[in-house]
């Protein structure tokens, strides 16, 4: 069966350096997110992308956060200066059309920012 | 208002019982309405998706939507044990691009 993919499972980093989230959506899928959970909260939207562009943020995603499907493939979301806020499961999601709602989720990417 | 409340539990039922599990909102421009259960530290799975009002079955699982009241149910027949785990209530407007916004979660264990 079809899945997103995530890498990688866990990151540690640094706070104020650069990390990369990559994820692999569905083959077919024309509709990709982010969403992240703080530890014990909602899971909340950052940001859709379709067509190449960003179709809609949240007030999260701000200029330290970006997107980029830089091949057929694959999927990024960028945080550029880490701070330790940044800590949470960070989720990928992928849906086929305008006219199927079902959003496919990834495993998660654990962001741990010390 | 929060847009999506959910009461977080926990919920702790035997085996075999009725679960029914609830969210309620307040956006009446949401019409796709989805449930996902979640292991710990791991990414949401999708179980059930309803467009609009009405009623859906699959297997020991129904969702409901009542979008007069602006009320969604999952009922979990004959839980089982390996049914223990969040479950994430989930809607969102028209339009494919349209975020999912999510309920807290309710933490449900299902007692041998």
């Known amino acids: 069966e079809p899945e997103v993919t995530q890498t990688p499972s866990h990151q540690v980093t640094q706070m104020g350096q650069e990390v990369i989230l990559r994820c692999v959506p569905i083959?077919?899928?024309?509709?990709f997110y982010w969403y992240r959970q703080i530890l014990g909260q909602k899971v909340e939207f950052l940001v859709s992308?379709?067509?190449?562009?960003?179709?809609?943020k949240s007030e999260i995603f701000d200029d330290q956060f970006s997107v980029e499907r830089p091949d057929g493939s694959n999927f990024t979301l960028k945080i550029r200066s880490t701070k330790l806020e940044d800590s949470a499961m960070y989720f990928c999601?992928?849906?086929?059309?305008?006219?199927?709602?079902?959003?496919?989720f990834g495993q998660g990417t654990r962001l741990t920012v010390v | 208002q929060k847009e999506v409340e959910q009461d977080p539990g926990p919920l702790s039922v035997p085996e075999g019982a009725i679960v029914s599990l609830n969210c309620t909102y307040s956006?009446?421009?949401?019409?796709?309405f989805m449930w996902y259960r979640q292991y710990s530290r791991k990414g949401p799975e999708l179980l059930m998706y309803t467009y609009s009002s009405g009623n859906k079955e699959d297997g020991r699982f129904t969702a409901q939507v009542d979008k007069s009241s602006k009320y969604i149910s999952l009922f979990i027949r004959d839980s089982q044990p390996s049914d223990s785990a969040t479950y994430l209530c989930a809607m969102s407007g028209e339009g494919g691009s349209e975020k999912l916004v999510f309920g807290k979660g309710t933490k449900l264990t299902v007692n041998p």
């Open positions: 992308f379709y067509n190449n562009e960003i179709s809609e």
């Open positions: 999601a992928s849906r086929w059309t305008s006219y199927e709602a079902e959003a496919f």
């Open positions: 956006n009446s421009a949401f019409q796709y």
């Open positions: 083959s077919n899928h024309l509709y």
